[in-house]
């Protein structure tokens, strides 16, 4: 087992314990809907000894009973292809997280290594609004600068950047200017390799020390935020 995924031998070694799983749609799939829903489906037929988070309830029953929580999202907003209403399928199946782009450009907008920055289209912006309506945490980690402030410009809601870090710490595309952390409500990494800056031992401490002062931010909100969400609609 790699050290740093997620598995259920060392999960009930730590319990409780709340994961993300994200069903990745790689920008290949020519079809992102049938590929996101084939995730989804499998993770249904196959969650032995995991809970689906869903409520307040049910995240107390699992900190209290030790159990092992799981939080579904959706990487790359390709997987509602044209049709908004697949956003609907989704929230139906308990989806919390759903993202805009991965890496390239999609309907959606440009993602971090697309040629050219034109930030969300108009159907992007349709879709961070419906997310905002069903209550489901809109993530900018892969976008491009420009969606991520078209983004940060059409929704008034949590967002949050799952696996991204300090562009200053380490000038990855991927990672996200302090103009940009100063205005996400989330900043989390999970993936170390664009967490260190591997050309010095002081970019490798500074950035340790970055990701501890933040993971408790993003624990408790992304929570706090799921339960909250799904009590008021």
């Given at each position: 087992l790699k050290k740093y995924d997620f598995n259920l031998i060392d999960a009930k070694m730590e319990n409780p314990v709340i994961q993300n799983l994200a069903a990745f749609v790689h920008t290949d799939f020519q079809n992102g809907?049938?590929?996101?829903?084939?995730?989804?489906?499998y993770y249904f037929s196959n969650k032995i000894d995991t809970i689906l988070l869903t409520d307040r309830k049910v995240l107390e029953d699992v900190i209290r009973n030790k159990k092992i929580g799981v939080v579904l999202s959706i990487e790359n907003g390709k997987a509602i292809e044209d049709n908004l209403e697949n956003i609907?399928?989704?929230y139906k199946k308990g989806i919390k997280i759903m993202g805009i782009t991965w890496n390239d450009e999609n309907l959606l907008g440009s993602g971090c290594l697309s040629n050219i920055d034109n930030g969300l289209t108009a159907f992007g912006k349709a879709y961070v609004k419906r997310l905002e309506e069903k209550n489901i945490l809109i993530d900018i980690s892969h976008t491009s600068e420009k969606t991520f402030w078209d983004t940060i410009a059409n929704t008034n809601k949590t967002i949050i950047a799952t696996h991204s870090n300090c562009y200053n710490?380490?000038?990855?595309?991927?990672?996200?200017?302090?103009?940009?952390?100063?205005?996400?409500?989330?900043?989390y990494q999970k993936v170390p390799s664009y967490l260190l800056n591997n050309e010095s031992t002081s970019g490798e401490i500074k950035s340790k020390i970055t990701l501890e002062?933040?993971?408790?931010?993003?624990?408790?909100?992304?929570?706090?935020?799921?339960?909250?969400?799904?009590?008021?609609s």
């Open positions: 809907f049938e590929r996101a829903k084939d995730i989804v489906d609907d399928y989704f710490l380490c000038n990855h595309p991927r990672n996200l200017k302090d103009e940009q952390i100063k205005e996400d409500d989330v900043f002062a933040l993971k408790d931010k993003y624990a408790i909100n992304v929570l706090i935020d799921m339960i909250e969400t799904e009590r008021k």
